[in-house]
């Protein structure tokens, strides 16, 4: 479907979903474009925790038998 019949089909709608529409088209693009910026933060920081152990330093324990004390 290309983009115009898109808008006419949308115009033909009720108020109220054109603007449920809408929202829910806004929503979704404003949580794409936060996966898009966690995406490029954990791209832009993955060399640092492969070459840095003091931010890794706990990892090394990740497989320790953990025993809670009361």
């Known amino acids: ?14 108020l109220q979903k054109r603007i449920f529409v809408i929202e829910k088209t806004l929503q ?10 966690m995406r490029k933060s954990a791209d832009a920081l ?3 925790y492969k070459t840095d152990h003091e931010l890794t330093i706990f990892t090394d324990i990740d497989f320790e038998d953990f025993y809670e004390t009361r």
């Open 1 to 14: 479907m290309k983009t115009t019949e898109i808008i006419n089909e949308i115009q033909r709608l009720p």
């Open 28 to 37: 979704q693009i404003r949580q794409q474009e936060v996966k898009n910026e």
């Open 46 to 48: 993955v060399s640092n």
